[in-house]
């Protein structure tokens, strides 16, 4: 045997032996499936798409998969899954210009979901989208 074949060999048996080579069908994650409802969410800073990005994927049945998703999933079923109709809050944001993209992507009761929103800076995001976009907290 040569080295590489010998190297294959014992990288194939070490998969197999941790797991993380399995037979069988593969099966869909949970957000692919059309039951449930869920959103994949990016934050991105600046006003170019390379700028720093932050993004998680938000599960709702039952919440998961975000800082503050009992609260994201609460304030998204009131509003039947648009983040546009999520009640803004009152708050005092200051005149700072830093620009942040928010995006959400998914389904919300099986229906796609696919929003899109830059905001002038991330308190004002934040007031505007409730928990949603609150990847920090």
Not at 90 to 106: E, K
Request: aromatic share 6%; charged share 20%.
């Amino acid at each position: 045997m040569t080295y590489l074949t010998r190297a294959a060999v014992a990288a194939g048996a070490l998969l197999a032996a941790t797991g993380l080579l399995a037979a069988g069908p593969a099966h869909a994650a949970p957000h692919d499936q059309d039951s449930g409802n869920w959103l994949r969410l990016t934050v991105t800073r600046g006003e170019t798409p390379s700028g720093d990005v932050r993004g998680t994927t938000l599960l709702c049945d039952p919440p998961r998969g975000h800082a503050r998703a009992a609260e994201a999933c609460a304030e998204l079923t009131t509003a039947d899954g648009d983040i546009g109709r999520i009640p803004a809050r009152r708050v005092f944001c200051p005149a700072l210009y830093a620009p942040v993209n928010a995006r959400a992507r998914g389904r919300w009761n099986g229906r796609p979901v696919d929003f899109r929103q830059t905001y002038t800076n991330t308190c004002v995001m934040n007031a505007r989208t409730g928990a949603v976009f609150a990847l920090d907290a």
